[in-house]
């Protein structure tokens, strides 16, 4: 059986869990009880790279979200991002 990554979004809890392909994907989180869950990708050997890029990815996007709250952008980098 293969193993699902999922991710909270409310409070950020992480747990692997062991479906069946047809079971249908986990929405509440057993820690904050919200229906805030989401999978992960968790294919093996992909799962350590991909974690990694994702987290750092993640914190930058959170600081950067947070420097420019009072900005809307039309999603995306608009050039100023440095990944041109
Ligand atoms: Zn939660």
């Given at each position: 059986m293969p193993i699902y990554e999922?991710?909270?979004?409310?409070?950020g809890h992480e747990m692997e869990v062991m479906q069946k392909m047809s079971d249908?994907?986990?929405?509440?989180?057993?820690?904050?009880?919200?229906s805030k869950l989401k999978k992960l990708i968790s294919a093996s050997g992909f799962r350590l790279k991909g974690s990694g890029w994702?987290?750092?990815?993640?914190?930058?996007y959170k600081k950067s979200s947070?420097?420019?709250?009072g900005s809307q952008?039309?999603?995306?980098?608009?050039?100023?991002c440095g990944c041109h």
């Open positions: 999922y991710r909270c979004d409310g409070c249908d994907p986990m929405k509440d989180c057993p820690v904050c009880k919200e994702y987290e750092t990815d993640f914190k930058n947070g420097n420019n709250s952008s039309s999603g995306g980098c608009g050039g100023s």
